[in-house]
C-alpha cells in the first residue's frame, strides 16, 4: 500500500449517522481541525448530537484535558445539515447509520450524485462486506471501510478496510487522515470480520466450550483469563457488558459470511441465554446476575496445602520456566533435573508424589495414560509465569488427593492462587491463545492483513495483552502446533484445524512474526 497524503484539514468532511458512533466521528475530525457536517434522518438528531459533544468538550476543557480555546472552536466547527445536498462540499463522508445494508447501500447511491466524483465514501460498517456496499456504483474505487471502535474518541484502532474495487489511494489517504486524526489505523481487506471481529472469535467461543463443557463457572474461567491469562476482562463479564445479543450476532454474521465455517459455529449455551431475554449488565442478568441484590460471584479457589518438601525439574520446560525460579525463591530448589523419557517436554516431580506437567492440549487424563502414570495434574498457559498470581490446573481421573494436594501445594508455595478446571482438553488459557494465534495466521494467510496490522488490531481494538502473532512466537509455533493437533485429535472437529501459516513456519523453523 503507497504511503498517501492526509486529507488537508480545509477539506470538509461530512458525517452520516449521529448515533453513538457517528457523533464521537464527528468530534474526532472536528478537534483535528476539519469542518464537520453532521446530517440524521432522525427529527432533530443532527442538533441533538451536536450540543452533546459541545457539553463533552466543555467538559473535557474543565477537567484539562484539552484546552478551553480549543474545545470552543471543535464544536463551532461542526455544523448540523438537514440534507443529503447540505454535503455537497464534502471531501470525506463517513457513514454512520444503523447496521442494515440496504440503508447503506442507498444512501451511497444518493450520496454518489450529491458529492463530487472524488469524494472519498467511507463505512463505520462493523459487518457488512464493504465489496458488496460499492457494488453497482459509479465510482466503487471511492468506496472504503473507516471501522472505529466504541467509544471511538477514546479507542485508538481504526480498521482502513478495502473492498476488491477500492482505490490503494482511497485507502491510503483515509489511512493517513486516521493517523493525522491521532488514531491508529490499520489496514484490512474486506473479509468478514475484518481483523477484530475475526480474530477475536476464540477469546468467547473457546471459553463457552469449556463452560459447556462444565470445566468450571463463569467467575473462575474469568478469574483465569485475567490472573493467569493477562487479559483485562474475562470472556464472561465482557460478554455481558458488550451484550451477550450483539456478542452472538456478531458470532453468528461471520459464521454465516464464512458459509458456516465450523470455526465460528455459535454456542448453542449463549443462544439458550439470548432467547431467555439473558442479554448481560443492560437486562440485570447474563452470565451473571446484576440485580439489586446480586451478589458478586467470586472465583472457586483450591484450599491451602502444605508446600512440598521436595520438587525436582524432568527435562527442559517449554512453557512456565519462570515458575521454576519462583519455586527456587521460596526454597524448593527444583532445579535437579532428573531424566525421565515419559515427559520430555518437562514436567515437576513433586515430593515423589505428582507429576505437575504443562499442559499441551491433552487432557491430564490422556497425558497420565501416555506416560504410564497415574498422579498427573497439568497446569495452564499463563501470560506471564513470573508475575501471575492465579493459574488453572486439572486432575487425571487416575490422580489420588495427596499427588493433587501435593502439586496444589507446590504453586500455592509460589503465591499462586490455584483453580481447578475439571479435566477439559487445553483448559482455558491455553487452547483460547493457541486458536487466537491459529485464527491470526489464517487472516495473516489469507491476506486480510499484515502480521504486525493483525498483532496491532487486537492489543488496540480489544486490549490483549499481546498480539496474538507475537504471542505464538513466543510459546513457539511447534507448541502451538501440538496443542491445536492434540485438540483436533480429542474433538475429531475440523474446528481445531491447522492454519497453513503455522504449519509453514513450524516446517521452515521461522516465527509469525517474522
Ligand atoms: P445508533 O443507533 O446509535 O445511531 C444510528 C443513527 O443513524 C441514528 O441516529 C439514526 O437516526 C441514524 N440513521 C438511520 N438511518 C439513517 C439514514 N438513512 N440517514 C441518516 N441517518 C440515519 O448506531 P451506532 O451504534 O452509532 O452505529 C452506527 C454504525 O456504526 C453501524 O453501522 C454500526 O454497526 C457501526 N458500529 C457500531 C459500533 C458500536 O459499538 N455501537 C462499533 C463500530 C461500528
Given at each position: ?310 520438587v525436582a525439574r524432568v527435562g527442559e520446560l517449554r512453557m512456565g520456566a519462570e515458575l521454576v525460579a519462583?519455586l ?6 527444583p532445579d535437579v533435573a532428573i531424566a525421565d523419557p515419559r515427559f520430555p517436554q518437562g514436567a515437576l516431580r513433586i515430593?515423589?508424589?505428582a507429576w505437575l506437567v504443562p499442559g499441551d492440549?491433552r487432557?491430564?487424563?490422556?497425558i497420565?495414560?501416555?506416560g504410564?502414570?497415574?498422579?498427573v495434574v497439568i497446569y495452564d498457559l499463563?501470560?506471564?509465569f ?21 502439586a496444589?501445594?507446590a ?19 491455553l ?44 510459546l513457539g509455533?511447534v507448541y502451538?502446533?501440538d496443542t ?31
Amino acid at each position: 500500500m503507497g504511503v498517501a497524503n492526509a486529507l488537508p484539514l480545509a477539506a470538509e468532511v461530512a458525517v452520516i449517522g449521529a448515533g453513538a458512533m457517528g457523533a464521537g466521528i464527528a468530534q474526532i475530525a472536528a478537534m483535528a481541525g476539519h469542518r464537520v457536517c453532521l446530517f440524521d434522518t432522525g427529527m432533530g438528531a443532527a442538533d441533538r448530537a451536536k450540543a452533546k459533544i459541545g457539553e463533552t468538550l466543555d467538559m473535557l476543557a474543565s477537567k484539562g484535558k484539552i484546552d478551553a480555546d480549543q474545545a470552543k472552536a471543535a464544536a463551532s466547527r461542526i455544523v448540523a445539515v438537514h440534507a443529503l445536498g447540505d454535503l455537497v462540499s464534502a471531501k470525506l463522508v463517513v457513514e454512520a447509520v444503523v447496521e442494515d445494508l440496504a440503508v447503506k447501500r442507498n444512501l451511497f447511491r444518493e450520496l454518489e450524485v450529491v458529492v463530487t466524483p472524488d469524494t472519498i465514501l467511507a463505512t463505520n460498517t462493523s459487518s457488512f462486506s464493504i465489496t458488496a456496499l460499492a457494488a453497482g456504483m459509479q465510482h466503487p474505487g471511492r468506496v472504503v471501510g473507516m471501522h472505529f471502535f466504541n467509544p471511538a474518541p477514546l479507542m485508538p484502532l481504526v480498521e482502513v478496510v478495502s473492498g476488491l474495487a477500492t482505490d490503494c489511494e482511497t485507502a491510503g489517504v483515509v489511512h493517513a487522515t486516521a493517523l493525522a486524526w491521532g488514531k491508529l489505523p490499520v489496514h484490512a481487506r474486506s473479509t468478514p470480520g475484518f481483523i477484530v471481529n475475526r480474530c477475536a472469535r476464540p477469546f468467547y467461543a473457546e471459553a463457552l466450550r469449556v463452560l459447556g463443557e462444565q470445566g468450571a463457572d463463569p467467575a473462575t474461567l474469568d478469574a483465569l483469563m485475567r490472573d493467569a491469562g493477562g487479559f483485562r476482562m474475562g470472556p464472561f463479564e465482557l460478554m455481558d457488558l458488550i451484550g451477550l445479543d450483539i456478542n452472538l450476532a456478531v458470532t453468528r454474521s461471520v459464521w454465516e459470511a464464512f458459509f458456516y465455517d465450523s470455526r465460528f459455529t455459535p454456542s448453542v449455551a449463549q443462544h439458550e441465554l439470548v432467547t431467555a431475554g439473558y442479554f448481560g449488565r443492560k437486562s440485570g442478568r447474563g452470565f451473571f446476575d446484576y440485580g439489586p441484590d446480586a451478589l458478586k460471584t467470586a472465583p472457586a479457589s483450591e484450599s491451602p496445602q502444605s508446600p512440598p518438601g521436595k520438587v525436582a525439574r524432568v527435562g527442559e520446560l517449554r512453557m512456565g520456566a519462570e515458575l521454576v525460579a519462583r519455586l527456587a525463591n521460596s526454597g524448593l530448589a527444583p532445579d535437579v533435573a532428573i531424566a525421565d523419557p515419559r515427559f520430555p517436554q518437562g514436567a515437576l516431580r513433586i515430593d515423589n508424589k505428582a507429576w505437575l506437567v504443562p499442559g499441551d492440549g491433552r487432557t491430564a487424563t490422556a497425558i497420565a495414560a501416555n506416560g504410564g502414570v497415574r498422579d498427573v495434574v497439568i497446569y495452564d498457559l499463563a501470560f506471564d509465569f513470573a508475575k501471575c498470581s492465579r493459574v488453572g490446573v486439572a486432575r487425571a481421573d487416575t490422580c489420588s488427593d495427596a499427588a493433587f494436594a501435593a502439586a496444589v501445594g507446590a504453586l500455592q508455595a509460589c503465591g499462586i492462587a490455584v483453580s481447578r478446571i475439571d479435566d477439559v482438553a487445553g483448559m482455558i488459557v491455553l487452547r483460547t491463545v493457541a486458536m487466537l494465534s491459529n485464527e491470526a495466521a489464517d487472516a495473516v494467510a489469507q491476506g486480510v492483513a499484515s502480521a504486525a496490522d493483525v498483532d496491532l488490531a487486537m492489543q488496540k481494538g480489544v486490549n490483549y495483552p499481546s498480539g496474538p502473532l507475537a504471542w505464538g512466537d513466543v510459546l513457539g509455533v511447534v507448541y502451538v502446533r501440538d496443542t491445536l493437533a492434540n485438540l483436533a485429535a480429542h474433538y475429531g472437529e475440523d474446528r481445531y484445524r491447522l492454519s497453513p501459516l503455522i504449519a509453514r513456519r513450524c516446517a521452515s523453523g521461522d516465527k509469525l512474526r517474522t
